[in-house]
């Protein structure tokens, strides 16, 4: 599969960048693609942990304000939800 780029900033960023790095455009390409990927999925793994970590505050924070729901078995709670009976 090849890439066309019809884009002239990106013709001439990709140009410049190969020029700079000694590299083909091809590689230079490769390149910047694959730092930019693995950038992005840093920022979302960060991303994605302080949303997991504000989850658990809330959790706690639940769990402190209300000791008799903390204090019965998760079976009982998630029964009771369903509207089940114990």
């Known amino acids: 599969m090849s890439v066309n780029l ?3 900033e990106a ?3 990709l140009n410049e960048l190969a020029a700079q790095t000694g590299e ?6 490769r390149q910047a693609f ?3 990927l693995a950038r992005l999925q840093h ?3 960060g991303q994605q942990k302080r ?3 504000s989850l658990l505050d809330l959790i706690a924070e639940a769990r402190q304000s209300n000791t008799a729901l903390d204090a ?3 079976k009982a709670i998630t029964d009771e939800l ?5």
């Open 6 to 8: 019809k884009n002239p």
């Open 11 to 13: 013709e001439r960023l």
């Open 24 to 29: 083909s455009l091809t590689e230079a390409a």
């Open 34 to 36: 694959a730092e930019r």
């Open 43 to 45: 920022e979302r793994a």
């Open 51 to 53: 949303q997991l970590g």
């Open 72 to 74: 019965r078995p998760l």
């Open 82 to 86: 369903w509207g089940e009976d114990a």
